[in-house]
């Protein structure tokens, strides 16, 4: 059962292009969850998702960002117009029955670079 | 905001030694789960403990949770070189509209050999 996949594992954008992070959960987890980490910080939520649905991006811009989980394929999250500040790690996880009963498991993460 | 915290920020210990770790929170939980981050890399699910539970053991990791203290240790038994890592805590919370879970700031652990 191989883990939760995220790709690319680098990516280099230039300030004003778009960066699409892909995410493919460990099979047979529903729920999936975006997180974005700042060097020598924590993990911040920024969304939740279910198969087509958005259950909660509370974490997430209002503006230039945007996840999806579509019925078929990976999770994607979009990040518009990018900005030297949205370099960082983002990872994400996935779990069976969402967080409140089972465990979260990790991808390596995506470490985006904004030039 | 933040829901963990742990403490202390940064460890030092001797190869053999134990470390403890200490997480806090805010809000009540269904449950509390550990994870281990190599520089650079992701994060590796280590245990979790549920509410009821009080503690549970994987390997030479123990984790306690005292549900009334709101705070949970995380004891690394014998320590190794390899188990330099930052460890973090994360609660399942209802913040806003769902159940996700929440991160405190991590402890860095460093292992001499």
């Known amino acids: 059962n191989a883990g939760v996949m995220q790709n690319p594992r680098h990516l280099v954008r230039r300030r004003g292009q778009e960066a699409r992070l892909r995410c493919s959960p460990m099979k047979g987890h529903s729920h999936v969850y975006w997180y974005r980490q700042l060097p020598e910080e924590g993990l911040k939520f920024m969304v939740y998702?279910?198969?087509?649905?958005?259950?909660?991006e509370s974490g997430m811009p209002k503006e230039r960002f945007s996840a999806e989980f579509p019925k078929e394929g990976p999770s994607i999250l979009r990040i518009q117009q990018v900005v030297r500040g949205d370099s960082a790690a983002y990872f994400c996880a996935s779990s069976r029955d969402g967080v409140v009963n089972t465990e979260a498991f990790f991808g390596q993460g995506t470490r985006l670079t904004v030039v | 905001s933040q829901q963990g915290e742990e403490d202390p920020q940064a460890l030092s210990i001797q190869e053999g030694e134990n470390a403890t770790m200490n997480c806090s929170y805010k809000t009540s939980i269904n449950n509390l789960q550990w994870y281990r981050q190599n520089s650079g890399r992701g994060l590796v699910h280590l245990i979790l403990i549920r509410s009821n539970e009080r503690e549970k053991h994987s390997g030479r990791l123990r984790v306690t949770l005292d549900t009334s203290k709101k705070s949970s240790s995380l004891l690394i038994t014998a320590s190794r070189a390899a188990d330099t890592a930052s460890y973090f805590c994360a609660t399942d919370s209802r913040m806003d509209s769902s159940y996700k879970l929440i991160f405190g700031s991590g402890t860095r652990l460093l292992v001499r050999p």
């Open positions: 998702l279910q198969k087509e649905n958005i259950i909660d």
